[in-house]
């Protein structure tokens, strides 16, 4: 069966700080991958996704990128940490085959001080 | 652009009553629309999808070109409905993607 991984759980960073989000995907290949940022009272807002290795489409423009080095893997980073990037970061996996449901992670808290 | 709204921040009742989570959206085109929960300590997973025509815990939701509307009903909630719930909406083709509503709190008293 498919899993999805994402660490680490928490993180507290000072600003300016370098971040590095990882997630991975047991049980499928050639998925694709999000990351999504769930900040309260504003649902959950798309950042990036991939539908491949290296291809990488931004929602957003801001302070964070993503890559995806291999074809389950999918990382989410910034040079400098800014106080706005502080909430929950989720990343999720939808199979390239057609199927819409798409599988969440257990997200990672980031609180930048 | 597409755009998905849930007006209702925070949805209080009792147990027995009945529930309709609000869902509108905007989008050019047929619509493929979801709802997804997350209860408490656990992962958001998908709840039901508009395509299936399904009840799944006793919730269905009905898409209403008409009215642009994808509200979640259940005609009796039960303590453990009390969860986050969020509206989707895939698309458009090009991209592979959920635009998610804000977010609906839904909270069944005893």
């Known amino acids: 069966s498919q899993t999805i991984h994402q660490w680490p759980a928490t993180l507290v960073q000072p600003v300016g700080s370098p971040l590095s989000l990882e997630c991975t995907v047991e049980?499928?290949?050639?998925?694709?991958l999000y990351w999504y940022r769930q900040a309260a009272g504003r649902g959950l807002q798309l950042l990036f996704y991939?539908?491949?290795?290296?291809?990488i489409s931004s929602e957003v423009p801001q302070n964070l990128s993503a890559s995806r080095p291999q074809d389950r893997q999918f990382i989410l980073s910034s040079k400098k940490l800014l106080l706005s990037d502080s909430g929950f970061y989720l990343c999720?996996?939808?199979?390239?085959?057609?199927?819409?449901?798409?599988?969440f992670g257990p997200g990672t808290r980031l609180t930048v001080l | 652009a597409q755009r998905v709204t849930q007006p209702e921040k925070l949805l209080s009742v009792f147990k027995g009553a009945p529930v309709e989570l609000k869902c509108n959206y905007s989008?050019?085109?047929?619509?493929?629309l979801f709802w997804y929960v997350q209860y408490s300590r656990q992962r958001l997973q998908l709840l039901l999808r508009?395509?299936s025509r399904e009840s799944i815990k006793g919730f269905t939701a009905d898409l209403n070109k008409g009215e642009t509307s994808f509200h979640l009903k259940k005609p009796f909630a039960q303590e453990e409905d009390s969860a986050m719930y969020y509206c989707?909406?895939?698309?458009?083709?090009?991209?592979?993607?959920?635009?998610f509503g804000s977010g609906t709190r839904l909270q069944v008293q005893p």
């Open positions: 999720a996996w939808r199979s390239g085959a057609g199927t819409d449901t798409q599988y």
């Open positions: 049980g499928t290949s050639n998925p694709n």
């Open positions: 991939s539908v491949g290795i290296g291809q």
């Open positions: 989008y050019s085109g047929s619509p493929e």
């Open positions: 508009h395509i």
């Open positions: 989707a909406l895939y698309g458009p083709a090009g991209r592979r993607a959920l635009t």
